[in-house]
């Protein structure tokens, strides 16, 4: 599947140059462009193509030299005094941050805001209260608590969101104006609001670090981490860095300074240095396995191994292990290899879904509606979502602390003006809508709550508890994957005794599980770490294949006849896909793939190439069923005396070994750099 590159002659495009052993390029920020056609020349294992696309001319603008850039494009940045990772969770947020000097004394953030103040928790619920006008109130417990102060009235005029994070994993398209809506229905632009909150955590970092040093600290003296799951597409992890960038964490002519890390993978750093004496390890050989959510083994969350052990003797070099990441939207699993000197290499592209806490509150909704109809629940939250939110916030305190081993019914208070407006609008008490119902699982207490016993609670949980056991079961069945003798889980949602019987239960006679002691902060401090050295993941899984659209020579009975184009008197096949990187293609730190571009006219001044994926690892056209339009590759030539001959061949390199897609471009002829950027939030 190795594309190889040689000359080759074709008619139309001229010359192309061998290019499989480029060296990396520098690039430079651009603006978007339009583009123009564009030829690409080149030999694979399948057959000879060339690439032709179109667009428009772009404005001119000014050369320099591969090596002698232009000190008014580029920043000179010193090395950066301190790494700061900002775990943006669903749920909850929070940052941590180390000294370059002290890189084993990480820090976590200090709680500055909120009545929990008392409470070991190192991160601040992801909800964000702004005033009529847009502009910023609030963040955190904060805006929780004085959101629900508010009357109904002068809460219809806030805006309030909070879990806006699962918009940019669900929306099927992203672009720059993507909005939100607030809960009391008004809208407002997504990178507002992630901005906003992005830039309350930079401002609270830069207080707390001004007070631990006489150190003057100033934003750029901070190399920026910010997490995000595994299985995010391209298009999220940058719409993030776009708000990052608005935010002030980074500028445009140092995108450098701010690493987009992925939740499992800072995970999986943290999980190879733990110590196991300080985990809450279930053991395989401590009890029999139960298959009973509800029954079987007493659920013992404090189990030790029976005797001290470190993962870093048994996780030598050669070793697997499973990282389940379970936080309030996403549910990511990766599988890495321990190699030589305690680097991880990835062994499976990331997988997961949309298994988050969040399902079990939707399940509560969806019970509520059961109960009251559908018909309220949608008015009560349009109408009063101060309400509301307390509401769910109560829920999710239950929620959190429930165990499959608690035999009394978990009581929910409902807001009185909920209870008011239901027998108002429904003619009927909250008692008489239980009993139609008819459930006796779910009572009515004479103190005004919701008495749910533990076999509703559990029947909550089941719908995502039993999607992450089943996905894992799935993940440990590929022939690949044998030899898995770990299972780390982290993430909110596995503090969730629920989820870590029903774990342990599946697969206690088959795996370790492990649970490091702040399992909702492992995380934010591997993201610290791998800021400190991203080398320690040094090779990945491509999650899709990737690639562009081009011209193959026709070849009769092996190209559909409806594929068939004639120019200049030859036959060439159109739409055919030619790979970049295949789905599942292990790349290391660092690994481009090159292409040589013949321009259709030498006096084009950029190009557009439209860059298509797909999970299937076996595609021949774009047209495919499974294959989409994610980005666009957009060149920019620059003029200068060197150039004046015009420019007739591009070479580019893309970069899949990151955890972002990134391109870099030169005039093969006149050795100048062309402006190269990968919009994967074009519209």
Known sequence: KKKKEGNTKSKEFGMATPSSTTAKLKSVSTNLLRSMSLGRKGRSSRSRSTTTLRGATADRVTAFKLDDVP??????????????????????????????????????????????????????????????????????????????????????????????????????HLDRELDLEAANGKKLLASVVFTHALRYFKECCLRELRDQTTTPISAEDIHWVITVPAIWRQSAKQFMRFAATQAGLVSQYNPKSLTIA????????YCRQLQLTDSRAHHPEAAPRSSSPTRGRPFTPELEFPRPRTPSQDLNRGMRYVVADCGGGTVDLT?????????????????????????????FECLLKGIFGEDFICHFKQENPASWSELMSLFEAKKQSFSPLKQTPTNISLPFVFVEKFEKRAKQTVPMALKQFDDENITWSTQGTLRI????????????????????????????????????????????????KSIQDAFGDQLRTIIPPDVSTTILKGAVMYGLN???????????????????????????????????????????????????????????????????????????????????????????????????????????????????????????????????AMDCASQLRVQASIDFLSK
């Open 71 to 172: 000190l008014d494009t580029m920043v000179t940045r010193n090395k950066p005094k301190v790494v700061v990772a900002i775990d943006f969770g669903t749920t909850y947020s929070g940052y941590a941050y180390a000294f370059v000097e002290r890189p084993e004394d990480i820090h976590l953030m200090r709680r500055s805001s909120g009545s929990h103040l008392g409470l070991q928790n190192y991160k601040l619920p992801t909800v964000l209260l702004l005033r009529e006008n847009g502009d910023f109130h609030s963040f955190g417990y904060e805006a929780r608590e004085t959101y629900a102060d508010m009357d109904e009235a002068e809460s219809l005029k806030h805006l309030y969101f909070e879990k806006f994070k699962m918009e940019l994993h669900s929306r099927r």
């Open 262 to 269: 992925l939740e499992p993978e800072a995970a999986a750093i």
């Open 335 to 363: 599988v890495h290899e321990v190699e030589e000197g305690g680097r991880l290499k990835e062994l499976y592209k990331a997988t997961g879904g949309a298994w988050g806490s969040m399902g079990v509150d939707f399940q």
């Open 453 to 500: 016993n533990p076999d509703m609670m559990l029947q909550l949980f089941e719908p995502v508890v039993s999607a992450i056991v089943h996905h894992i079961q799935t993940l440990l069945r590929i022939p690949q994957l044998e030899g898995i003798k770990y299972l780390f889980l982290v993430g909110g949602f596995n503090a969730s005794p629920v989820l870590q």
């Open 534 to 664: 991203p080398s320690l993941i040094y090779v990945r899984r491509s999650p899709l294949t990737y690639g562009v659209g081009c011209l193959n020579k026709f070849v009769p009975g092996k190209h559909p006849p409806e594929k068939k184009v004639v120019k200049n008197n030859v036959e060439w096949c159109t739409d055919v896909f030619d790979v970049f990187v295949y789905a599942g293609q292990a790349v290391s730190l660092g690994h481009s793939a090159t292409r040589s571009y013949a321009l259709a006219r030498s006096e084009l001044k950029s190009t557009t190439i439209t860059l298509f994926a797909t999970e299937s690892d076996s595609v021949m056209f774009v047209t495919d069923r499974g294959v989409a339009k994610v980005g666009e590759l957009q060149l920019r030539i620059m003029d200068g005396p060197a150039r004046e001959a015009g420019t007739k061949e591009l070479r580019m390199s893309m970069t899949f070994g990151d955890t972002e897609i990134t391109a870099e």
